[in-house]
Nanobody, 113 residues
Framework: QVQLVESGGGLVQPGGSLRLSCAASGRIFSMGWYRQVPGKKRELVAGITRSGTANYADSVKGRFNISADNAKNTVYLEMNSLKIEDTAVYSC??????????WGQGTQVTVSS
């Protein structure tokens, strides 16, 4: 079984930056981040494959950057120019080579002045 350990959430002012990290206990095919706020459906923020192919939600393109360290089975999400509407619980996900899904416990990101 793959376990995911997330870190980097917290409180940041609008326009600020934050970096999230997620480390997997085993080799995976892809990793990324979803986010969810109360009353809304969970949405994919960004994802990346081992080959380096990345994708982003339209709302974060140009502001967020996802990268991966394959040797460490770790994915990073650099969040820049943060907005109040970016406030959410961010959850790391991973797919193994059987395309099974794994989820982290979630980390709170709050953007507020």
């Amino acid at each position: 079984q793959v376990q995911l350990v997330e870190s980097g959430g917290g409180l940041v002012q609008p326009g600020g930056s934050l970096r999230l990290s997620c480390a997997a206990s085993g080799r995976i095919f892809s990793m990324g981040w979803y986010r969810q706020v109360p009353g809304k459906k969970r949405e994919l923020v960004a994802g990346i494959t081992r080959s380096g192919t990345a994708n982003y939600a339209d709302s974060v393109k140009g502001r967020f950057n996802i990268s991966a360290d394959n040797a460490k089975n770790t994915v990073y999400l650099e969040m820049n120019s943060l907005k109040i509407e970016d406030t959410a619980v961010y959850s790391c996900y991973a797919k193994d080579w059987k395309l099974s899904d794994y989820w982290g416990q979630g980390t709170q990101v709050t953007v507020s002045s």
